[in-house]
């Protein structure tokens, strides 16, 4: 081997070492922001909702929705099955 090729050789090898090693502190990083985001999240998701202030938002009902919520569920009831019983004479006919 000439000196060229074990130069380009320990070049690789640094390179890829290199590249090992960006990969491993990079892996940590986004580990430790996963951790501050996964803290953070609740804390933040609680003052949102807070701000929001929920209880004074009252949407009136829409009556072409409550027309159709009200069709689909009497679509939805079975109907109702009035029996009627019918006797038989002495003769065996039905009356």
């Known amino acids: 081997m000439s000196i060229i090729e ?4 320990a070049l690789l090898t640094l390179n890829l070492g290199f590249s090992v090693w960006q990969t491993r502190i ?4 986004i580990q430790k922001l996963d951790s501050n985001i996964a803290q ?6 609680q003052e949102a909702i807070q701000d929001l202030n929920l209880s004074d938002v009252v949407e009136p009902v829409n ?7 009200e069709a ?9 099955i009035e029996v009627t019983e ?3 004479g002495k003769d065996g006919k039905f009356t």
Do not use: C, D, T
Not at 63 to 69: F, L, N, T
Not at 72 to 80: A, D, F, R, Y
């Open 86 to 88: 019918i006797s038989r």
């Open 72 to 80: 689909i569920g009497n679509s939805v009831k079975p109907p109702s």
């Open 63 to 69: 009556p072409i929705m409550q027309i159709i919520a």
């Open 26 to 29: 990079i892996g940590l990083a």
């Open 40 to 45: 953070a999240l609740p804390m933040v998701l």
């Open 6 to 9: 074990i130069a380009i050789l």
